[in-house]
């Protein structure tokens, strides 16, 4: 792959276009909960130029494969791509096979150990499947950057480190934190957001789109473009989504997270486990609900109607995106029958040995706890039943038989216990 040379001009700027209503509309649609959009004059600009030369836009997200599986943090960038895409143009689902052995330093307070090939080629595997549940695969442009940094070599990658200062890099502030603390940075950390700008002059990216804690990258990437004498591309930085907990972000590390592969029941007692605050929250950022519906669906709590229900709304149409509508209302018909103390129909079945067995231990070895310690704690809170009875007697001892055990509100097994 050629890339252009370095350029000290860009591109000079074009008589201005008038906005239509179409490019008004893509304008609002592009903006729908987002946390920036910079430049927005420019991105207007780049919609009428679309509009009027019938050429899409090219729309670039860029994820590394780090980890195997996407949660609903992950899909808050991927709703927004759809949003482009079904608005007709390009989106460029990047995998950062290359960038990944590097390792992100992005929000980091250490060296993260960069990936192996293996690891990267194992999970890259995945993640357009799994990205396929939001992104129209028929329409996606799939990349890798290991195309054109590869060919790189040492001598380009020489080059490519000498238009960016050390200063320049020591204004993120992940860095900043970093040097003042005292914690190593490695040199290797620098060529991060180089190489993802870099991306961007591979791809000739009108826009670029990621979370909040990207914005240092995707700026570095509208310089570089500058420098290589193209059009410079805008960037979109998107909410970071919280957890169940309302509090931190979603993480799979703070277990406040909904897989997008999670089973039909689960995601759905999930999303209906949120407050009613976060309610909206994730309307905003994760309904392809219009904003007249979600107004309509404030007015109707605003005016006495159970946010319950407007809750039952978000989870179905989220389990029907990653499973179908189908699974969907048969998510709500099991949730209704857990909220009246009923028994799921799709519980784990465990066969078990060493009757009589004390509650703690047969806890742990159903999987329902991950300790004995944890499993005391949920007697002491009240949040064990042994067929849908409480128990309160840390010391219980359970006779062989089969019983349906229940930790929580979404954990169950049903247990045959033998001598």
Same mark, same amino acid.
């Given at each position: 792959?050629?890339?252009?040379?370095?350029?000290?001009?860009?591109?000079? /700027?074009?008589?201005?276009?008038?906005?239509?209503?179409?490019?008004?509309?893509?304008?609002?649609?592009?903006?729908?909960?987002?946390?920036?959009?910079?430049?927005?004059?420019?991105?207007?600009?780049?919609?009428?130029?679309? $509009? +009027?030369?019938?050429?899409?836009?090219?729309?670039?997200?860029?994820?590394?494969?780090?980890?195997?599986?996407?949660?609903?943090?992950?899909?808050?960038?991927?709703?927004?791509?759809?949003?482009?895409?079904?608005?007709?143009?390009?989106?460029?689902?990047?995998?950062?096979?290359?960038?990944?052995?590097?390792?992100?330093?992005?929000?980091?307070?250490?060296?993260?150990?960069?990936?192996?090939?293996?690891?990267?080629? $194992?999970?890259?595997?995945?993640?357009?499947?799994?990205?396929?549940?939001?992104?129209?695969?028929?329409?996606?442009?799939?990349?890798?950057?290991?195309?054109?940094?590869?060919?790189?070599?040492?001598r380009g990658l020489i080059q490519l480190s000498s238009k960016y200062t050390v200063a320049r890099m020591m204004e993120r502030d992940d860095f900043t934190k970093r040097f003042k603390a005292g914690t190593p940075?490695?040199?290797?950390?620098?060529?991060?957001?180089?190489?993802?700008?870099?991306?961007?002059?591979?791809?000739?990216?009108?826009?670029?789109?990621?979370?909040?804690?990207?914005?240092?990258?995707?700026?570095?990437?509208?310089?570089?473009? +500058?420098?290589?004498?193209?059009?410079?591309?805008?960037?979109?930085?998107?909410?970071?989504?919280?957890?169940?907990?309302?509090?931190?972000?979603?993480?799979?590390?703070?277990?406040?997270?909904?897989?997008?592969?999670?089973?039909?029941?689960?995601?759905?007692?999930?999303?209906?486990?949120?407050?009613?605050?976060?309610?909206?929250?994730?309307?905003?950022?994760?309904?392809?609900?219009?904003? $007249?519906?979600?107004a309509q669906y404030k007015k109707s709590v605003a005016e006495g109607q159970n946010p319950r229900d407007i809750k039952v709304a978000i989870a179905q149409e989220i389990v029907t995106r990653f499973h179908n509508?189908?699974?969907?209302?048969?998510?709500? /018909?099991?949730?209704?029958?857990?909220? +009246?103390?009923?028994?799921?129909?799709?519980?784990?079945?465990?066969?078990?040995?060493?009757?009589?067995?004390?509650?703690?231990?047969?806890?742990?070895?159903?999987?329902?706890?991950?300790?004995?310690? $944890?499993?005391?704690?949920?007697?002491?809170?009240?949040?064990?039943?042994?067929?849908?009875?409480?128990?309160?007697?840390?010391?219980?001892?359970?006779?062989?038989?089969?019983?349906?055990?229940?930790?929580?509100?979404?954990?169950?097994?049903?247990?045959?216990?033998? /001598?």
């Amino acid at each position: 792959m050629t890339l252009p040379q370095s350029n000290d001009k860009a591109p000079s /700027a074009t008589t201005l276009l008038p906005l239509s209503d179409a490019v008004q509309h893509a304008l609002a649609v592009t903006k729908r909960g987002v946390d920036e959009l910079l430049i927005e004059s420019e991105f207007a600009q780049k919609l009428a130029r679309s $509009e +009027k030369t019938g050429k899409p836009l090219r729309i670039k997200l860029g994820l590394d494969p780090t980890a195997p599986d996407l949660h609903l943090g992950h899909t808050v960038v991927l709703n927004k791509m759809r949003q482009l895409q079904d608005l007709g143009h390009t989106v460029i689902f990047l995998i950062g096979d290359f960038t990944s052995m590097i390792g992100d330093p992005s929000g980091r307070n250490a060296t993260r150990p960069p990936l192996t090939r293996e690891q990267i080629e $194992e999970n890259a595997q995945t993640y357009f499947k799994q990205a396929s549940l939001v992104l129209d695969p028929s329409k996606t442009e799939i990349r890798y950057n290991s195309e054109w940094c590869d060919p790189l070599g040492s001598r380009g990658l020489i080059q490519l480190s000498s238009k960016y200062t050390v200063a320049r890099m020591m204004e993120r502030d992940d860095f900043t934190k970093r040097f003042k603390a005292g914690t190593p940075i490695s040199v290797h950390e620098f060529l991060y957001p180089l190489m993802q700008g870099y991306d961007s002059v591979a791809l000739h990216a009108d826009l670029e789109l990621g979370g909040t804690d990207q914005k240092f990258n995707l700026l570095v990437g509208r310089e570089l473009q +500058k420098d290589y004498g193209q059009e410079q591309q805008c960037i979109l930085t998107m909410p970071l989504l919280e957890g169940l907990d309302g509090v931190e972000k979603m993480s799979k590390s703070k277990n406040n997270y909904i897989a997008i592969t999670e089973p039909a029941n689960t995601m759905f007692a999930k999303v209906m486990s949120i407050s009613d605050e976060m309610m909206w929250r994730y309307y905003d950022l994760l309904s392809f609900c219009s904003l $007249e519906q979600i107004a309509q669906y404030k007015k109707s709590v605003a005016e006495g109607q159970n946010p319950r229900d407007i809750k039952v709304a978000i989870a179905q149409e989220i389990v029907t995106r990653f499973h179908n509508k189908q699974a969907a209302e048969d998510a709500l /018909a099991d949730f209704v029958n857990r909220s +009246k103390g009923g028994i799921p129909d799709d519980i784990a079945e465990v066969s078990l040995s060493g009757a009589p067995i004390g509650i703690a231990q047969l806890l742990k070895q159903a999987n329902l706890c991950a300790s004995t310690s $944890e499993a005391m704690r949920m007697v002491d809170q009240g949040g064990v039943r042994i067929d849908g009875a409480v128990i309160s007697d840390k010391q219980l001892q359970v006779q062989a038989g089969t019983v349906v055990l229940q930790v929580g509100k979404r954990k169950f097994a049903k247990v045959t216990l033998t /001598a």
